[in-house]
């Protein structure tokens, strides 16, 4: 067998989101969502750019869609904007939000390109966080409202379901560190709103079984290998701490039904008692059907005593390379992650649902030369054979982002795509790693590196 080559079924996509993309913000019927909210308020995002416009794909889709073909893109992921089709977040229905997505979804198929729906992944409804947000316990009968429109809208085409991206993100940079909407600075309240998104994950999960749909759901986490800057056990016990704080505060809820051991006795001798009714655990850890894993960096961990977290600080190390959003560039932190998650956790398929890098490239007379790129997800692409030839079951590759958009608190600041945005025209250009990425699925197979 050709050591390069990928198995036979496997699936290369790309994937996007909503907010990040769409534009539209306030078209046909949409509803305002906490990104809308958030990126409005001067200071919160870079530049005070907003999503109001992204990369118009709201009315370019069909545009977007040809470039995937010509791609020879298998499978595209991207997120639904519940404020457009339920703009108040329950209730009244928007039919034209609706229909843009069935066009859209249409549109794929008819491409022959797999139309993989994220259900959440980040722009809540606005209304919705004015009644509490993921803090309010009342959002979860909403979200079951919400997917149960979206899975009997879409379900005769859309096979591969995921149901929150990240909720790691949406707790603790949205809720405890406020860099993200809704902007709130309290650990405690983002650890209520981290239990309620597992609950809300939980119950989507458990409609899609009542309701007896064909196809598969997961949900994706943004999970990664800590690692000991020294073999000192202050150092080692601080790498694990962080991995419970990332990885295993989502992992052990859906995989063993409870919260790591450790952090949990941390909060609740800071917070009180920590939600942990057995029943709650009962939902959070339906079975899936996939694990979604979000990977592009690992962490260097040392302990220090004048940390306000916990005596955990992250470092960086001079012998590697970085990219564009500071973060090291380390391909082995995701075989590490893949055989630890497949060891300790599940045998279930993995999908790397995202993967990529942000890098300063320019447009030179109508090409990006991004050489870095390509060597990025050239390395990531090796080491996930490796896992692969190691028996984990990862069966497809998502990378981010199929084009520039909206980096969040970034802004426009920061470009992730294969394909280059000139947001002053919206004109789209390929990058050198869109060509090289064409190769790699034509041939599925990383033989064809530079």
């Known amino acids: 067998m050709n050591k390069n080559k990928f198995p036979k079924n496997f699936i290369w996509g790309t994937a996007t989101s909503s907010y990040q993309i769409e534009g539209a913000y306030d078209k046909d ?8 909210t958030f990126s409005h308020i001067k200071g919160n995002i870079y530049n005070n750019d907003t999503g109001d416009k992204a990369c118009d794909h709201y009315n370019r889709y069909k545009e977007d869609i040809k470039i995937m073909k010509e791609l020879g893109i298998k499978s595209y992921r991207f997120s639904i904007s519940w404020p457009r089709v339920l703009p108040n977040g329950k209730g009244e229905v928007n039919q034209k939000g609706l229909d843009f997505y069935k066009n859209l979804i249409d549109e794929l198929l008819k491409a022959g390109i797999e139309p993989v729906v994220t259900l959440y992944h980040w722009d809540l409804p606005q209304a919705l966080q004015n009644n509490g947000g993921w803090e309010n316990k009342e959002i979860i009968n909403a979200f079951h409202e919400y997917a149960k429109l979206i899975l009997s809208e879409f379900n005769d085409k859309v096979k591969t379901w995921i149901t929150i991206n990240e909720p790691f993100v949406v707790a603790f940079n949205g809720n405890s560190r406020g860099e993200h909407a809704p902007g709130i600075k309290n650990h405690k309240i983002a650890l209520q709103v981290a239990h309620n998104l597992l609950i809300s ?18 949900i994706s986490l943004n999970l990664t290998s800590t690692y000991p800057n020294t073999d000192k056990k202050e150092d080692i016990n601080a790498a694990k701490l962080l991995e419970e704080y990332i990885n295993g505060w989502f992992l052990d809820p859906i995989f063993k039904g409870r919260y790591p051991k450790k952090l ?65 560039i380390y391909p082995d932190g995701l075989y590490d992650l893949l055989i630890k998650i497949n060891k300790k956790y599940t045998d279930l398929p993995i999908y790397i649902t995202e993967n990529g890098a942000a890098f300063n490239n320019q447009l030179d007379n ?3 030369h991004d050489e870095n790129r390509i060597e990025y997800l050239y390395k990531h692409f090796k080491k996930t054979l490796k896992a ?9 590759y998502y990378v981010w982002s199929l084009m520039d958009n909206f980096e969040w608190a970034y802004g426009y600041s920061k470009r992730f795509g294969l394909i280059y945005i000139d947001y002053s025209t919206q004109k789209r250009f390929f990058k050198d790693s869109a060509y090289w990425y064409k190769k790699v699925i034509n041939s599925n197979s990383i033989k064809n590196n530079k």
């Open 29 to 36: 019927g949409k509803g305002i969502s906490i990104w809308d």
């Open 201 to 218: 994950h939980g119950e989507a999960v458990k409609l899609f079984r009542e309701m007896n749909l064909k196809g598969k759901i997961g």
């Open 264 to 328: 949990s006795k941390i909060y609740r001798d800071k917070y009180g008692p920590i939600n942990k009714l057995s029943k709650d655990f009962d939902i959070i850890k339906q079975k899936i059907d996939f694990l979604g894993i979000n990977y592009y960096t690992r962490a260097l961990v040392k302990h220090n005593p004048d940390s306000k977290f916990y005596n955990i600080e992250t470092i960086k190390t001079n012998d590697s390379n970085y990219t564009a959003m500071d973060w090291e």
């Open 366 to 368: 109508g090409k990006i």
């Open 388 to 396: 692969i030839k190691k028996g984990v079951p990862v069966k497809r």
